[in-house]
Nanobody
Framework: QVQLVESGGGLVQAGGSLTLSCAAS????????MAWFRQAPGKERTSIAA????????YYETSVQGRFTISRDNAANILYLRMNSLKPEDTGVYYC?????????????????WGQGTQVIVSS
């Protein structure tokens, strides 16, 4: 049974940084495509970054490109999201998602396993 546990969220001022972590268990981590999704208040859950494949191919949603970095530690079974230059519009609940496979996926329907989410609030 796959379990994903996010941590690292919190309250930060605009321009600040946070690093989210997602600890995974119950899976062969390197065989899974991983992603971070964000759900802002009143909006649907959307993908903001994903990583997959033997060469750690990555995807970034346009609004976070250049500010966020997704990475993974396959030995420790941890997915990271480094967030710099945070903006108020980055506020939301951040979810870690996993799907067995080596191809980047960007839709919520593509991912079977989800964490419980961690809240990020960026104040102006």
């Amino acid at each position: 049974q796959v379990q994903l546990v996010e941590s690292g969220g919190g309250l930060v001022q605009a321009g600040g940084s946070l690093t989210l972590s997602c600890a995974a268990s119950g899976l062969t981590f390197s065989e899974y495509s991983m992603a971070w999704f964000r759900q802002a208040p009143g909006k649907e859950r959307t993908s903001i970054a994903a990583i997959a494949g033997p060469y750690d191919s990555t995807y970034y949603e346009t609004s976070v490109q250049g500010r966020f970095t997704i990475s993974r530690d396959n030995a420790a079974n941890i997915l990271y999201l480094r967030m710099n230059s945070l903006k108020p519009e980055d506020t939301g609940v951040y979810y870690c998602a996993a799907e067995r496979g080596l191809v980047i996926a960007t839709t919520a329907a593509s991912y079977r396993d989800w964490g419980q989410g961690t809240q990020v609030i960026v104040s102006s």
